[in-house]
């Protein structure tokens, strides 16, 4: 691929959001891979100083004048047409709306009709021309995966909440009617996730080269075979991720296990990037569409030499 489109800097290009008062933050719905994103999101805002807070209710939210931030990720593709909702409903009204690095492959009546107060990001080359050519009123430009701004020693120190406690609190707080039982993981995943870490621990223990096999079984999945040991730790540790302890929770466990594995094998974008940061042996495996190589061919082929591409 052409190596002539500049690349913007993130931190740079977010210095500027400073000064801007406090803005909003709206995270679609999503899995683990995405509190990933959020949490690396987060933690460049709070080293930059932006003010921020994350929309929990679209019905009541008011955008007349507000800057809003549309969480990267890949939900502007056409597996998932709802994901565009937001942004019909409320690009208008908006002082600016900054979509962070996305990817980007349909919606182009929608594209067509955003204006100049729309910055968007592309986090890789396929989509920076595609929204070249689909969103001429548009502000773009390429940069990479928020992922990539993740730090994960900090991540992984996390204090998580015990089963115990996470049980105690949503009774506690369902009886007296506290807001904040939505901020707390749901005790029937995270039951589920226990037994999928077990099945993890006990893996591990007989074998003596650790590989963490983790494919998609979603509208992104591939016509390979899931492996045996497979964990799918992007659905392991899916939670509500649009408060601030569900997106450190998701993202913090999935952080962990990955950690305990020494070879990463996986079609799973956020996997092979915690994979990478963390210095893992990792095997990428496309997707059913070109994001996974063309994310790899934009910031993992020459920045991180532990990732091996497994396409053709």
């Known amino acids: 691929m052409a190596s002539s489109i500049p690349e913007t800097d993130i931190k740079e290009y977010l210095q500027q959001f400073r000064d801007y008062g406090l803005v909003h933050l709206y995270a679609h719905p999503g899995n683990a891979g995405d509190a990933v994103i959020l949490a690396g999101t987060l933690q460049l805002f709070d080293a930059i100083g932006i003010r921020y807070q994350l929309i929990h209710d679209t019905h009541h939210f008011k955008p007349e004048g507000q800057t809003v931030f549309y969480s990267g990720g890949g939900y502007l593709v056409n ?6 909702s937001f942004i019909e409903n409320n690009h208008k009204k908006l002082k600016r709306l900054v979509i962070l690095p996305h990817t980007i492959n349909a919606n ?11 910055d968007i990001l592309a986090r890789e080359k396929y989509t920076y021309r595609f929204l070249k050519e689909n969103a001429p009123k548009c502000n773009v430009y390429l940069a990479r995966d928020m992922a990539f701004m993740l730090d994960t020693s900090k991540l992984m120190s ?3 909440p015990t089963l115990a406690g996470v049980l105690l609190k949503k009774i506690y707080w369902k009886i007296t009617g506290n807001p904040k039982i939505k901020e ?3 005790p029937g995943i995270l039951l589920k996730s226990k037994t999928a870490e077990l099945k993890s621990s006990i893996y591990r223990a007989s074998h003596s080269n650790r590989k963490l096999y983790c494919f998609r079984d ?17 659905r392991i540790y899916k939670q509500e991720i649009g408060y601030l ?3 450190y929770y998701s993202a913090s466990k999935m952080t962990r296990l990955i950690n305990k594995y020494d070879e990463i094998y996986t079609n799973r974008l956020h996997a092979a990037i915690i994979g990478a940061l963390l210095g893992k042996k990792t095997y990428f ?15 993992l082929k020459d920045h991180y030499p532990s990732v091996t591409w497994m396409g053709q």
């Not at 597996?79 to 565009?84: D, M, Q, W």
Request: charged share 20%.
């Open 79 to 84: 597996y998932y047409p709802e994901a565009t």
């Open 108 to 118: 182009e009546k929608m594209l067509a009709r955003l204006g100049a107060n729309v």
């Open 158 to 160: 996390y204090r998580l």
């Open 184 to 186: 707390v993981p749901s």
């Open 218 to 234: 979603d509208p992104e999945k591939t016509g390979i075979p899931l492996p045996k040991d497979n964990l799918d730790v992007s």
């Open 245 to 247: 302890p569900l997106v």
């Open 285 to 299: 495996y496309p997707n059913s569409y070109y994001k996974n190589q063309a994310v790899y061919e934009h910031s």
